[in-house]
């Protein structure tokens, strides 16, 4: 831990939001020394369904970025089946998805901030204050690093470190487990949304992605890979095939907020974007359009704020009609987590796709 380096603001976590944030940021302001930490590999990537939705879509567009084709996977998605397994429902509805490769996705948003900004593949370990400033240990492959920043950005997600050091945990975070199995052409929809109350009280999925076939979803944290195992097993029973051998099985804490205090911007000089913040829907778990325009936000902030009072307020109010957006989806997750409710809506048909209808 030896010859410190110093910078201005320190981002833990280079997914979405803290690409955007960094990017955003040296626009305006190249003269800020940033280092951006990345833990990410191609083999240890943040476990993601890898579907650009709608809203993150227009979000991209609004910066002004236009998407490679060579981040997009087959195949591309405009509907999703929607199954209940306990009360043997289905129906299928439209959606307009862009099918990604998620890390692939996030080097390419990573690629606008590499210019001027330090980018150090690693894993950030400890966080401290240190008089008005903070230490920050981060271990890469190769040596044990330890950095000095004025401003701290916590973009790294459920499980961020940041939070955990600063601020209180979000309340309500399940599992989210996946597994990747080889496309055989299984009786498995491209893309569908599974709901189970025997298992989870929350909902899983399949995508398929080239020559893979995903399933997951989301558990509580006791008994998850129980209850998960005990979902596949009925979800192939219900479609009447299996997966087959899983390719691989990756997890990670996934959080679900249901109230405004489960968002959490930060204070003095300690700052959340993206999941990390909380800014993820507790309805369907879309993370990307909250991390970019989080990101987005506290750049605003950071450019038009001297101070650290005036970026934290300058910041908060960026991010108002988020929280409020977000704070609905919980509102939504309580309706599409409703047994009773979701029969009622699902029996009825309202906006699923019928073959001879409009």
């Known amino acids: 831990m030896e010859n410190k380096r110093y910078y201005d603001i320190a981002v833990v976590g280079a997914g ?3 690409a955007i944030l960094v990017k955003e940021i040296i626009k305006s302001r190249p003269d800020l020394k940033i280092v951006l930490i990345d833990g990410q590999t191609e083999e240890l990537s943040k476990p993601c369904g890898g579907l650009l939705s709608p809203s ?27 199954m209940d397994i306990d009360q043997n429902i289905t129906r299928l509805y439209q959606r307009c998805y862009l099918n990604m490769d998620r890390y692939a996705f996030d080097k390419w948003l990573l690629s606008f901030a590499t210019q001027n900004a330090t980018i150090i593949n690693g894993r950030c ?26 401003f701290i ?18 309340k309500v975070q ?21 709901f189970d109350a025997k298992t989870s009280d929350s909902c ?61 911007t930060g204070k003095e000089k300690v700052f959340l974007v993206g999941e990390a913040a909380g800014f993820i829907s507790a309805s369907s778990f879309e993370g990307f359009s909250s991390a970019l325009l989080s990101g987005k936000a506290l750049a605003d902030a950071f450019i038009k704020g001297k101070t650290y009072q005036q ?18 989806r919980a509102v939504k997750r309580a309706l599409l987590c409703n047994p009773f409710i979701r029969k009622i809506v699902m029996k009825s048909g ?5 073959l001879y209808n409009n």
């Not at 008089?131 to 950095?147: F, H, M, P, R, W």
């Not at 309202?350 to 019928?354: A, G, T, V």
Request: a positive charge; charged letters at 25%; one cysteine or more.
């Open 311 to 328: 970026i934290q307020k300058e910041y908060s109010k960026n991010t108002r009609s988020l929280r409020h957006r977000l704070r609905k």
């Open 174 to 194: 399940y599992v989210s487990i996946q597994q990747w199995y080889e496309d055989k052409g299984q009786n498995v929809p491209n893309y569908s949304c599974i």
């Open 350 to 354: 309202i906006q699923s796709i019928s």
């Open 56 to 82: 993150a879509q227009k979000v991209i567009a609004r910066l002004n970025m236009v998407l490679p084709k060579s981040v997009l996977v087959d195949p591309q998605i405009f509907a999703v089946q929607t």
């Open 16 to 18: 979405p939001s803290g």
């Open 125 to 150: 370990t400890k966080i401290e204050k240190e008089g008005d400033s903070y230490n920050l240990n981060v271990v890469t492959a190769t040596e044990k690093i330890k950095l000095s920043a004025n």
């Open 204 to 264: 899983s999925w399949t995508i398929r992605k080239d020559k893979y076939l995903i399933y997951g979803g989301a558990f509580d944290k006791k008994g998850c890979r129980e209850a998960f195992e005990n979902q596949k097993a009925r979800l192939e029973n219900f479609l009447g095939n299996p997966f087959g051998k899983p390719v691989k099985t990756e997890a990670c804490l996934v959080s679900s907020p249901r109230k405004i205090k489960d968002f959490c």
């Open 153 to 170: 950005v916590g973009a790294d997600g459920g499980s961020s470190i940041v939070r955990r050091t600063f601020f209180k945990g979000m």
